[in-house]
């Protein structure tokens, strides 16, 4: 009898195909404010989030803007506050109008606009607007993977605040009476159970970047002359992703200052990038189309493997990049061509690449 819960489906002898790429976005600046107005003339929700996810449909599943990356805009008004949440997903939150303050886990952080910071995963946080304009942020969060795979949990108003990330680690510090060996001569181990289940902890701390700090280091990149063939940009990293250059696990975010009148080399990753402008205008041309775009706009501006590169017009441009560049590094899968004429490497697997900037 033919069984319909699954089939093989025979690839025998057959070909690779190559992937297929999602078109670019640009959000316009005036689609994302009338979005603000309409949350901000909802009435309060009982959990205090006015929120709109910014949805591609081609992005698959999970309320997605790039396959693995949610977008959300988040708006709250003087005086409210969102109630308590965690889940498993991680989040980058960028706040892009007023300020106000988040508590994640035990920690307290005060933020303003164009300011990011961290949520790591399984920690209860809230968000307050203690100031008198309204509170706008877009947080991108590895949702949209979690819900791809059906495991995304989250949890309202969770009983108590988590400890914060940096208590949870000592747990763990205790000897392990079970060893883990080596079982052959070129490095294969034998783990137990006891250990799979109780794994080293690596705790992550949210982590604030308050823009007016990046930006005086940033500024100091416009110093680099045109011939310069890098990115005038900072990692904001966390410690805790170690080689794989995170701001989260997944995720991470990069401010970047792109001086008048810059043209960058084309290049590709399979990692996915959402840029956010917020001055200055350019252009971007990928897989040979031209998009412009304008501070205030939201771009996916590399769906994975899409040869692009960016441009600025006759003024400073300064905008934050979110990619799942970590994820891709940890999984070995971050193939990276920074210069066509050369070949790709798997970064942070096969190796990587230089600039022309000289070593400090
Ligand atoms: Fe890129």
């Known amino acids: 009898m033919e069984r319909t819960d699954f089939q093989f489906v025979d690839r025998t002898g057959s070909a690779a195909e190559p992937e297929k790429l999602i078109p670019p976005i640009v959000v316009p600046k005036e689609a994302i404010e009338a979005e603000v107005e309409r949350l901000a003339g909802l ?36 005086g409210e506050a969102t109630r308590p949440i965690r889940h498993n997903s991680t989040q980058v ?37 203690d100031t008198d304009d309204l509170q706008v942020r877009l947080t991108y969060s590895n949702s949209a993977l979690l819900e791809k795979m059906q495991v995304h949990i989250v949890e309202e108003d969770p009983p108590a605040v988590t400890e914060p990330a940096e208590d949870a680690g000592s747990k763990s510090h205790g000897q392990n009476p079970f060893g883990t060996f080596q079982i052959t001569d070129d ?12 794994p080293d902890v690596v705790p992550h701390k949210p982590l604030h970047f308050p823009w007016k700090k990046v930006k005086q280091e940033l500024d100091k990149l416009t110093s680099l002359g045109k011939s310069y063939v890098g990115r005038r940009l900072y990692l904001l990293y966390n410690p805790a992703t170690g080689h794989t250059n995170g701001t989260t696990s997944n ?14 080399h084309p290049h590709r990753h399979v990692a996915s990038a959402i840029n956010y402008y917020f001055s200055g205008s350019g252009f971007s041309i990928v897989e040979g189309k ?20 960016h441009a600025s017009n006759d003024e400073d441009v300064y905008e934050l990049t979110i990619q799942d560049s970590p994820l891709n590094i ?22 990587g690449f230089t600039t022309n900037r000289p070593a400090a």
């Open 93 to 129: 939150n960028f706040c892009i109008r007023g300020g106000g303050r988040t508590r994640v886990g035990g920690k307290w952080i005060q933020y303003e606009q164009y300011d990011v910071w961290n949520t790591p995963p399984w920690t209860t946080y809230l968000h307050v607007n």
């Open 330 to 351: 940890w999984m070995g899968s971050l193939l990276w061509q920074e210069n066509l004429s050369q070949p790709m490497e798997a970064l942070g697997a096969t190796g």
């Open 187 to 198: 490095g294969g181990f034998l783990m137990p159970y006891e250990k799979l289940i109780n």
């Open 251 to 264: 995720f991470f975010a990069t401010m970047c200052v792109r001086p008048k009148n810059i043209v960058d």
């Open 43 to 78: 009435p309060a929700p009982p959990n205090g989030r006015r929120v709109s996810a910014i949805v591609n449909p081609l992005a698959g599943v999970g309320s997605a803007f790039a396959p693995g990356t949610a977008v959300s805009l988040s708006v709250l008004k003087p």
């Open 290 to 309: 031209r998009y412009s775009w304008k501070a205030g706009d939201l771009m996916l501006s590399a769906p994975g493997w899409a040869i692009h590169n």
